[in-house]
T-cell receptor, first 112, second 112 residues
Framework: GDSVTQMEGPVTLSEEAFLTINCTYTATGYPSLFWYVQYPGEGLQLLLK?????DKGSNKGFEATYRKETTSFHLEKGSVQVSDSAVYFCASRTGANSKLTFGKGITLSVRP | DSGVTQTPKHLITATGQRVTLRCSPRSGDLSVYWYQQSLDQGLQFLIQYYNGEERAKGNILERFSAQQFPDLHSELNLSSLELGDSALYFCASSVGGNSPLHFGNGTRLTVT
């Protein structure tokens, strides 16, 4: 089955800093890849997705590119805000109507 | 608001007891997924239903069971509760195919 590995956290950045959160995957087929965000006390929200190699997902200033050659889907943002403080999960899904497999998640704290 | 409703939000119970968690999926979504989130295990997939039928099973204990009813809402039953069952339980729904999962805000279960 699929597995997803995220970099260890937590991550603390100053406002307007550049963000990179690493994510790599293993899968037997051709997975779709996702980033979800969890704000305190809330459920997971879809941040962005990519369904095939070289696709770039983007939303709210965040971007991630599906790199098949390195089996990676790193999340980036050019200038983080305090409101971006949350837990970020990378996930993969192989096959239609199948489950999501999540990485362990990483906590991002952005200080003013 | 994801459109997925979970009740109750919080549940405190004693070891050995049985509880039922309820999930109402987004209107039109046929698939329901249950996940357990704990600090040490991260997000673990428990079970998936599609249009009333069990579709996939993950790391679900024998003490746990679930079902999806004709109106598509789902219930997760946890019995003979142990301290280690304390966690956040999330329900997610999807219309099917490759559409993303939409998560509820979770039920926080505390076993004392």
């Amino acid at each position: 089955g699929d597995s997803v590995t995220q970099m260890e956290g937590p991550v603390t950045l100053s406002e307007e800093a550049f963000l990179t959160i690493n994510c790599t995957y293993t899968a037997t087929g051709y997975p779709s890849l996702f980033w979800y965000v969890q704000y305190p006390g809330e459920g997971l929200q879809l941040l962005l997705k990519a369904t095939k190699a070289d696709d770039k997902g983007s939303n709210k200033g965040f971007e991630a590119t599906y790199r098949k050659e390195t089996t990676s889907f790193h999340l980036e943002k050019g200038s983080v805000q305090v409101s971006d403080s949350a837990v970020y999960f990378c996930a993969s899904r192989t096959g239609a109507n199948s489950k999501l497999t999540f990485g362990k998640g990483i906590t991002l704290s952005v200080r003013p | 608001d994801s459109g997925v409703t979970q009740t109750p939000k919080h549940l405190i119970t004693a070891t050995g007891q049985r509880v039922t968690l309820r999930c109402s999926p987004r209107s039109g979504d046929l698939s329901v997924y249950w996940y357990q989130q704990s600090l040490d295990q991260g997000l673990q997939f428990l079970i998936q239903y599609y249009n009333g039928e069990e579709r996939a099973k993950g790391n679900i204990l024998e003490r746990f069971s679930a079902q999806q009813f004709p109106d598509l809402h789902s219930e997760l039953n946890l019995s003979s509760l142990e301290l280690g069952d304390s966690a956040l339980y999330f329900c997610a729904s999807s219309v099917g195919g490759n559409s993303p999962l939409h998560f509820g805000n979770g039920t926080r279960l505390t076993v004392t």
